[in-house]
């Protein structure tokens, strides 16, 4: 066997473990490839040598990940985002590596650390880890809260810094004698570069774009996207720029044709393996034996940085006028080392700028960090609780709001999320004069609509003092507006305890968690798509003539039995196959031959809902019967419709069919 071949197969196979291994421990895929290039690294078992050749491929998992950030790049949100972007964002990296440069001049020559080595070092510390935060953000639904945009809007800056980082560093290494004129001239190219790229490449790629899709190829198309990555990426490095730099450019001028969310889904997949190599070798690089006989300069490595740019965030955001709590929660995520840190730790290293056993020392600081983000993230509200005095009184005055809010009003509606769906309830509720008290998140928007009369304070549903407040024991009826399952059950939870009898109507996305939402106790689950099928449905068929009295019926049936009829629907391949889509329900057919188990028995004894299946039809001779009896006989040729998770699908297959 080749030797690039059991190079390959052993990657993919160490990865497929260590990504399996670290997700049942619900710890991000990023550590558990860390973790695999650690163990199967030179300086441990060393199934794995660490070669140029491999640095350099892995150097394409940076690639993509620049691209998509170029893609992500966008005039209007940074124009939106800019006070805290180019304000809290720009001081933590500028003031993070001026402190380390300070540093560096002043003990430097003691750990044999140069100018430029104390330079890299500090955009290594400066960054924080965009894939882990951006996750927890969203699975804690913080997104739109205060210290959320703090944390994104520095989080966009660190990822822009990386670009220049980048191309300054390899131009500081050339001639030390002459910084001023290397760094001028490799400015000036890429000035150049970018001003020809910029200036002819929008134009030409959105033509050539369009030609490549009016082909109706997608492999042609992936074939393109490919070389558009690629090409600007090489085209970067002949001019003596970085492999990133091109692939930020390529992503930014996509960004901006049609085509984006196409090529953003194409080159997931390529970006996420080669991303994942990327952190095999960053993790290679870790020397384990030189980490426990250099323990306490790790543990030293770790708090040292961590707890000066806790306080250098903490101080700069209240700078930023952001009350104390907020500053603690932005702070306090923001601690941790990130994906880039190891990019330009690994560029340091390769530049020789950096003593081999500092980037050991620092490398697992890092690591260790980011095994800590999760719980930083976790516990600051805590920590924000305990140590800072306003924010007590901030809460305090917050529920004060919402009860105010609420205290006149007796019989009124509680609308948890004042989005659009929410907003369009309010309308309506108005216009029947009845009273409605709002919760939303977003400070920006809680301040718009509050200015325009419309009643509707800053609160977190999630929390019981916020139900509490807002006057759930008095309501009529608790609306959830919001997308988002877990939230809302959390919310039900909460609300079944204060007001056990209180109607609740939740908003989802789809079916998938219609039964889950029912059995913890909403009254109502309004699934979009499937409202959204009834009213196509009932157009289509009153444009068809049907009398709409019938129609009416119709969808009257559909959500009496719970979308029951419209559950599930037949995949094909142009639907999505994500991960979360495989709890979700749908059909498929199972056509019975005369050798199939299931042919003679009546469709009760076979127990399909054991495995959690539904049958909700038989099609026999042609003729298709909806929600067929127990007692059904099962012929061969029958055409048996189940409904299911596919792997409750996959078993009771098996069942139909086995001899």
């Known amino acids: 066997m080749p030797a690039s071949l059991q190079l390959t197969l052993l990657l993919l196979a160490t990865s497929v473990l260590g990504v399996v291994a670290f997700r049942l421990l619900n710890l991000p895929p990023m550590l558990g490839y860390l ?12 199934l794995v040598p660490d070669t140029k050749e491999t640095r350099y491929l892995a150097e394409f998992g940076v690639v993509f990940l620049m691209f998509s950030i170029g893609l992500e790049f966008s005039l209007p949100k940074l124009r939106s985002m800019r006070h805290v972007v180019f304000g809290l964002g720009l001081f933590q990296v500028v003031l993070t590596i001026a402190i380390v440069l300070l540093a560096g001049l002043a003990v430097g020559h003691v750990f044999g650390v140069s100018l430029t080595g104390a330079f890299a070092l500090g955009g290594t510390l400066a960054m924080s880890s965009t894939a882990i935060l951006m996750k927890l953000l969203a699975e804690r639904n913080a997104f739109e809260t205060e210290h959320g945009r703090r944390i994104v809007g520095v989080l966009l800056f660190q990822d822009l810094a990386v670009v220049p980082l980048l191309v300054v560093i390899p131009t500081l290494v050339m001639n030390p004698d002459n910084l001023g004129r290397e760094l001028g001239w490799a400015l000036a190219k890429a000035s150049v570069l970018l001003t020809v790229i910029f ?8 033509r050539w774009f369009h030609i490549v899709a009016r082909q109706r190829s997608h492999e ?6 490919l070389l558009i990555t690629l090409g600007l990426a090489g085209l970067t490095e002949v001019a003596g720029l970085s492999l990133a730099l091109g692939a930020f450019i390529a ?3 996509i960004s901006e044709t049609e ?14 393996v080669l991303l994942g190599l990327f952190f095999v070798t960053i993790g290679m690089l870790l ?23 806790f306080f250098l965030v903490l101080g700069v955001a209240r700078l930023f006028r952001a009350p104390a709590g907020v500053a603690i929660r932005t702070a306090l995520p923001l601690t941790a080392a ?39 993230v976790q516990y600051s509200d805590r920590i924000a609780m305990r140590f800072a005095a306003s924010e007590w009184m901030a809460a305090s005055l917050n529920l004060t709001q919402v009860a105010a809010r609420a205290l006149a009003t007796e019989k009124h509606v509680i609308i948890c999320g004042y989005g659009r769906s929410g907003q369009h309830l309010a309308k309506m509720l108005d216009q029947e004069d009845i009273r409605y008290v709002a919760l939303d998140l977003d400070p920006d928007r809680v301040r718009e609509a509050a200015a325009a009369g419309d009643s509707v304070v800053y609160g977190d549903a999630g929390r019981r003092e916020t139900l509490v407040a807002a006057g759930i024991n008095r309501a009529a009826a608790l609306v959830l507006s919001y997308n988002d399952s877990r939230s809302a059950l959390k919310v039900i939870h909460f609300a079944h305890s204060l007001a056990p009898k209180l109607p609740i109507i939740v908003r989802t996305q789809d079916e998938s968690d219609l039964d889950k939402l029912l059995a913890a106790g909403a009254t109502e689950v309004v699934p979009e798509i499937m409202e959204g099928s009834l009213m196509l449905g009932s157009h289509a068929l009153v444009l068809l003539g049907v009398p709409l009295a019938r129609v009416v019926k119709r969808v009257r049936e559909a959500r009496d039995s719970r979308y029951r009829l419209l559950r599930g629907y037949f995949h094909g391949a142009d639907d999505t196959t994500d991960f979360e889509d495989e709890a979700q329900e749908r059909l498929h057919s199972i056509e019975l031959n005369a050798r199939a188990g299931a042919v003679g028995q009546r469709l009760g004894d076979l127990a399909l809902e054991r495995v959690g299946v539904a049958v909700t039809a038989v099609r026999r001779h042609g003729i298709r019967g909806d929600d067929p009896a127990a007692d059904l006989q099962l012929q061969a040729g029958d055409v048996v419709v189940l409904r299911g998770v596919p792997d409750a699908l996959e078993a009771a297959e098996e069942r139909l069919l086995q001899s």
């Open 35 to 46: 973790a695999v290039g650690i163990l199967i690294g030179p300086h441990a078992i060393g």
């Open 199 to 206: 200036v002819g490449g929008r134009w030409l790629l959105r």
């Open 220 to 225: 042609l198309f992936m074939l393109n996207l």
């Open 251 to 253: 992503g930014v001028l």
């Open 259 to 272: 085509y984006r969310y196409q090529v953003e889904e194409d080159i997931k997949p390529f970006r996420d």
């Open 287 to 309: 020397n384990v034996r030189v980490v426990f006989e250099q323990f306490g300069w790790v543990m030293l490595a770790l708090v040292v940085p961590t707890t000066f740019k």
């Open 338 to 376: 990130g994906e880039f840190g190891f990019v330009l730790l690994n560029q340091a290293g390769g530049l020789a700028l950096l003593p081999p056993d500092m980037i050991q020392i620092v490398l697992a600081a890092m690591l260790l960090s980011m095994l800590a983000t999760p719980f930083l």
